[in-house]
């Protein structure tokens, strides 16, 4: 099992940067695949980014390429996403996950852990 805390999320003008931390509890979180998903209101949450257990493979959509970097540190159990160049559009609750077993997931049908959500919201 592992436990996801979420920080760092906030109010931010566009062009601007904001970082979101997720800390993990549990032995689990070394084979445990990472991303980040959001999700605007009655829409359902889509992946962001995702990282591989080892922090050797990412994935990004294609809106955030470029702007967006997911990373972890599996000695301090904890995996960020660093924001730059943030716009207007960005603005949703983003929400850290995780798929044990060395597994990554593309939809949240597939996410085994959660975390409880943080507001990223970018002004004009």
């Known amino acids: 099992q592992v436990q996801l805390v979420e920080s760092g999320g906030g109010l931010v003008q566009a062009g601007g940067s904001l970082r979101l931390t997720c800390a993990a509890s549990?032995?689990?979180?070394?084979?445990?695949?990472m991303g980040w998903f959001r999700q605007a209101p009655g829409k359902g949450r889509e992946l962001v980014a995702r990282?591989?257990?080892?922090?050797?493979?990412?994935y990004y959509t294609d809106s955030v390429k470029g702007r967006f970097t997911i990373s972890r540190d599996n000695a301090k159990n904890t995996v960020d996403l660093q924001m730059n160049s943030l716009k207007p559009e960005d603005t949703d609750v983003y929400y850290c996950?995780?798929?044990?077993?060395?597994?990554?997931?593309?939809?949240?049908?597939?996410?085994?852990?959660w975390g409880q959500g943080s507001q990223v919201t970018v002004s004009s």
């Open positions: 996950a995780g798929r044990g077993r060395y597994m990554l997931m593309s939809t949240a049908s597939e996410v085994e852990y």
């Open positions: 549990g032995r689990a979180f070394s084979s445990t695949g």
């Open positions: 990282i591989n257990w080892s922090g050797t493979t990412t």
